[in-house]
């Protein structure tokens, strides 16, 4: 333990139980961004049955993306590629 | 059997279900805590509070052990398809519950502090190297983040944009949340527990959960010890009165996909055993409304040519058949998705030759 500097949301950020509650922390974050996007945007383009569902219901979505969006990011490019491609 | 997307894509049996579970679940968590107030009392009492956390924190055990069991209960006996049908939906309740256990443990113990609620769940007065000082919640929380990712991706959508393959592997982290959710109650409240009946009930589940999926194996396991040649040019897979009316029948074909037989009206029909859906095992299922109906989902193809009414557009694969005398013979390669095959009927004029041996 280094001292009890508070950092980061009452957390002494230098043991390694903060620097994984802030990696997740991160992870949540970049994952809210990234399904943003994905939801209002990107997923038109890749799906048709949703791009006819309203963005209300798009959002429903949005929970998914963040839990597992190195894995929507990895696809949503894969699709969008063999879309262009064909 | 996705057209367009909803928020929930409920129909009046799935909302019947939920509607059940949820008030069977709101039912045991206000009586265990009326119970335990009305046995705890004075100096044993115990807060409203730690009541909610315990009865939130059970009732997604249960739960979870109800849908662990779900899958291989429908593979021993049919009788149980009627609960597999919407098993998402009681996944979804069961990460609130958890959720709910979570975030009000959460608030009781470490809200209003100077230090953040999540910092105590990692040091504090936890010791790393110590069964009874050992930070269960930890557990708790690797569970409850797993149980998250497979409720948020528990949608239709996700199944289409992840592939069924990969949607099944996802889920199948199922098991890695039970052990941490195991090892989160073992390092936890068995600590502090005396009495015997947790324990006892978190042995008995886990015995459960683990002999129903080697009893299941074992039933998967038998047919395939019957499976036939697939190079024979037709095959013969019974009598046709083997096959009972508008119910499936599983055939085993070596090195091969199994096979889907239905009986409906006159005629006989083969179609792949897996659903387009999930896998599901079709011919454990039967004819509804026409259509040969998933056990598992309820998604339905027409028997003749392995598409789903419209306006869906599920496809699975066809097989011929044909009928001599009282045999039923199956051609054991596969049509491409969809490809009508006109039913078998009884012939009057069987014929032996070509009959591949059984």
């Not at chain 2, 040091?123 to 930070?135: N, R």
């Not at chain 2, 889907?260 to 299922?285: K, T, W, Y």
């Amino acid at each position: 333990m280094m001292g009890s500097c508070v950092l980061y949301c009452g957390i002494d950020i230098m043991t390694p139980a903060s620097i994984f509650l802030i990696l997740l922390g991160m992870y949540f974050a970049v994952g809210t961004v990234i399904g943003l996007v994905f939801v209002i945007i990107g997923i038109r383009k890749i799906d048709p049955v949703a791009a006819g569902a309203p963005l209300r219901v798009r959002f429903i979505f949005l929970p998914g993306t963040i839990s597992i969006w190195p894995i929507v990011l990895y696809l949503w490019r894969t699709k969008l590629k063999a879309g262009s491609s064909s | 059997m996705t057209v367009s997307y909803t928020w929930v894509q409920w129909n009046k049996h799935k909302k019947i279900y939920d509607l059940i579970m949820l008030a069977l679940s709101l039912i045991f968590v206000a009586t265990f805590i009326l119970t335990s107030t009305l046995v705890y009392k004075d100096d044993e009492a115990i807060s409203a509070m730690i009541l909610a956390i315990r009865a939130f924190g059970i009732l997604a055990i249960i739960l979870l052990h109800i849908i662990l069991c779900i899958g291989p209960l429908t593979r021993i006996t049919p009788l149980m398809s009627p609960i597999l049908y919407n098993r998402r939906h009681l996944g979804v309740m069961m990460f609130f519950a958890a959720l709910i256990h979570a975030g009000l443990a959460l608030l009781f113990y470490g809200a209003f502090g100077v230090r953040s609620p999540f910092a105590g769940l990692f040091d504090g007065y936890h010791a790393y190297t110590s069964i009874s000082g050992f930070p269960f919640e930890i557990m708790g929380l690797f569970a409850l983040l797993i149980l998250f990712v497979m409720a948020s991706t528990s949608h239709d959508f996700w199944l289409a944009f992840l592939t069924p393959c990969l949607w099944k592997s996802l889920h199948m982290l199922v098991y890695l949340a039970y052990a941490f959710v195991l090892l989160h109650v073992v390092f936890g409240a068995l600590q502090s527990e005396r009495h015997p009946a947790l324990a006892t009930a978190l042995i008995a589940g886990a015995v459960t959960v683990f002999a129903l999926h080697i009893v299941s194996g074992l039933k998967e396991f038998k047919p395939s010890l019957q499976a036939q040649e697939a190079d024979a040019p037709w095959i013969d897979i019974g009598l046709v009165n083997d096959f009972p009316m508008d119910q499936g029948r599983v055939v085993c074909i070596a090195n091969q996909e199994r096979v889907a037989i239905f009986r409906h009206n006159d005629g006989i029909s083969a179609l792949s055993n897996v659903c387009a859906h999930q896998a599901g095992p079709l011919g454990e299922g039967r004819i509804v409304n026409g259509c040969v109906t998933c056990p598992w989902h309820g998604y339905q193809y027409h028997a003749d040519n392995g598409q789903s009414p419209p306006p869906y557009t599920e496809r699975i694969p066809t097989y011929e058949l044909r009928i001599e005398g009282e045999r039923v013979l199956l051609n054991p390669q596969p049509n491409p998705p969809g490809t009508p095959v006109t039913p078998a009927v009884r012939s009057s004029e069987p014929s032996s030759d070509e009959v591949g041996e059984t």
